[in-house]
């Protein structure tokens, strides 16, 4: 099979799903590329995506795939386009998300054709806990492209969607139960804080406003993705969470992408 339009969708607070899905199109060499950004917005409509080769990447929540992810890519119908779903973790575990994530494709429409697992800095990581801070690094970008060219090798050896085999995916159904979290929010240093707004521009769901010239986090809003801890430029925000801690304790060392091809 030979598809000759790549198209890429993410949900990617903190870039790094962006970036290893970017490696993977790279290294398929794709000469005519589009791509969908769902981190900012919902679609406003139904999209079919017809005869694409098709790269979905988002990161891990709690083992699963974010619910606003979900919701968003449920706007995407798949029409004889081949699908690889990618999820980016932390360095922790990845658990049922990449199979989550296969189902909802293929329930979309889609056809399995390969699927990975990648790691990224950990959303909580600072400082004073770095997880796998700096990640995806120069060796998942290589490990990405390659496996870009694999996938692309796999697609043209088959004559059709209907030759390839099933796939068979890490994860378990029923997927690990969603814990409601107890509604929290980044905090502002207001000395920092010069409301310059660009928080307010990159939260994913619409969590921060400015209110009577102070910085508000609906707490029941945000989604803890720490795009604005990341990439406030004043250093203004911070979200401590014992989380932090316990992940750099037990889950420092590195782990390596997992494929299924
Ligand atoms: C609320 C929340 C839950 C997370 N749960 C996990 C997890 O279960 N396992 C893991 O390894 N990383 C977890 N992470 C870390 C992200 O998966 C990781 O930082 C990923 O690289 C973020 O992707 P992005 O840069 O595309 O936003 C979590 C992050 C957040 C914000």
Do not use: W
């Amino acid at each position: 099979m030979n598809y000759k339009h790549v198209h890429v969708i993410y949900f990617s607070p903190t870039h790094s799903s962006a970036k290893i899905a970017h490696a993977i199109v790279e290294g398929m060499g794709a000469v005519s590329y589009s791509e969908s950004d769902l981190t900012y917005e919902m679609p406003e409509s139904e999209e079919a995506v017809e005869k694409e080769l098709t790269i979905v990447a988002v990161p891990v929540y709690g083992g699963r795939v974010p619910d606003t992810a979900v919701k968003r890519l449920q706007k995407f119908v798949g029409k004889e386009s081949p699908v690889v779903p990618v999820v980016v973790y932390g360095n922790r575990d990845y658990e049922d998300a990449l199979l989550e994530l296969s189902d909802l494709l293929v329930q979309q429409g889609f056809t399995l054709l390969a699927a990975a697992a990648f790691v990224g800095e950990h959303s909580f990581s600072c400082s004073q806990y770095p997880v796998a801070a700096g990640r995806p690094d120069q060796k998942d970008h290589d490990d990405a492209f390659l496996f870009g060219q694999h996938v692309l090798e796999k697609l043209e050896a088959y004559p059709s969607l209907e030759a390839l085999p099933p796939l068979k995916v890490k994860g378990n159904r029923p997927y690990k139960e969603k814990k409601a979290a107890a509604p929290s929010a980044p905090l502002v240093d207001a000395s920092r804080c010069n409301l310059c707004g660009h928080c307010v521009d990159i939260c994913p769901v619409g969590a921060i406003s400015i209110q009577n010239g102070e910085m508000i986090s609906d707490p029941v809003l945000c989604i803890k993705c720490c795009a604005c801890v990341k990439e406030c430029p004043e250093e203004a925000r911070t979200f401590p969470n014992p989380f932090a801690e316990y992940l750099y304790k037990n889950f420092s060392a590195r782990k390596a992408p997992e494929l299924f091809l």
